[in-house]
């Protein structure tokens, strides 16, 4: 039976007078019982958006977390190997919530009736708007797999995703899946579309015969006085988990050294914040920024994971933030830095649901 909004608090009200209990969700109705959700108080001078591996899911979906994420060895029993209760523990996140059932698969069929889809693209744009008019400045990251999985992404060669990625308002972007058009493709796009629009960055994609970079390995932006650097690291395993046909010219890799060779090059440059736009995965993330010296946090992609609450690594030359921002538009990272003295000297972090009853689709 399908109750309307109307409906649904009658029923919520009858029964409050009845005394019925109504187990994890007596508290209110989706629209009310969240109302600060996206109501998120800006902090420090720096801040970044993130999303990452929407896979051309342009419309509102119901998502459900997954209920096992096996981790081997160290990372047993780690984020982001921690699913239901355990996950909600280390996040401290009241379970029954919006945010309780965003992160996990607790209660879902329940859960998801009461808050309804998650994602779309007219809707993170609504809630990207939002975060961008409280953080002048802020950039939108896009961290790849975003122009394929889809038919009409596939018939467009994409298009109908960079398209939509233009009206997003992406600033900054590497890949993976995009890869499956071509390279001619992909560099079609990066020399039209995003033309002084979005840059596309790839740090360890460079020329089968001469070692060349192909791409940009990383854009420095002063974001209210204070210099940062975005350094994109593409998927490391292109040529063996899609077609090495379609990319035939090109070598990929995780390519370690080169990129502290370009953290030390944008150190030297005078970036106070450097943060690694990845799509690595999170596991080779955390290793990675325990090899990797200079760069303030990673932002990741690949495995789907929606980590509520960064990882910090500690390296031979401090700590690295580790974070990923799950998939099909469903969350929207929302890192702001406090810049001071050259260094970063706090951050906030939330990881925010894309609830499509509770964000309006924007127009355009």
């Known amino acids: 039976m399908n109750l309307s909004k109307r409906d649904f608090l009658q029923v919520m009200a009858s029964a409050s007078v009845a005394g019925m209990a109504l187990g994890r969700y007596a508290d209110a109705d989706a629209q009310t019982v969240e109302q600060g959700l996206y109501d998120v108080a800006p902090f420090g001078n720096v801040s970044l958006l993130h999303m990452t591996d929407c896979h051309a899911q342009l419309k509102p979906i119901y998502f459900r977390e997954p209920s096992v994420n096996l981790g081997l060895g160290a990372q047993l029993g780690q984020l982001p190997h921690l699913v239901g209760e355990q996950l909600l523990k280390r996040a401290g996140v009241r379970p029954g919530t919006a945010l309780a059932h965003a992160y996990t698969f607790l209660d879902f069929e329940r859960a998801a009736r009461r808050y309804g889809k998650v994602g779309g693209f007219a809707h993170l744009a609504t809630l990207v708007k939002k975060m961008k008019a409280s953080r002048p400045g802020a950039l939108l990251l896009d961290g790849g797999d975003t122009w394929q999985g889809s038919a009409t992404a596939l018939w467009s060669k994409g298009q109908d995703m960079v398209d939509a990625a233009l009206l ?76 090495r046909h379609l990319v035939p010219d090109w070598t990929f890799g995780i390519q370690e050294e080169n990129l502290q060779k370009v953290v030390d090059e944008v150190r030297r440059q005078g970036a106070q914040l450097v943060v690694l736009l990845s799509h690595n995965g999170m596991d080779v993330d955390l290793k990675l920024a325990s090899r990797v010296t200079g760069i303030d946090a990673i932002l990741g992609g690949h495995t789907h994971d929606g980590v ?33 003295g050259s260094q970063v000297t706090d951050f906030r972090y939330r990881l925010l649901p894309v609830f499509a009853n509770q964000l309006k689709a924007d127009p355009g």
């Open 168 to 243: 997003l308002g992406v600033d900054i972007m590497t890949g993976h899946w995009e890869f499956t058009y071509g390279a001619n493709r992909v560099q079609e796009v990066v020399s039209g579309d995003f033309k002084g629009r979005i840059e596309f960055l790839a740090q360890n994609i460079r020329t089968a015969d001469f070692d060349d970079p192909v791409f940009r390995s990383y854009t420095l932006r002063e974001i209210n006085g204070a210099p940062v650097a975005i350094i994109g690291q593409a998927f490391p395993y292109t040529p063996i988990a899609n077609p």
């Open 308 to 340: 509520a609450k960064p990882v910090s690594v500690s390296n031979a030359g401090g700590k690295t933030l580790v974070t990923n921002a799950g998939s099909n538009g469903k969350f929207l990272g929302v890192m702001d830095f406090e810049v001071k």
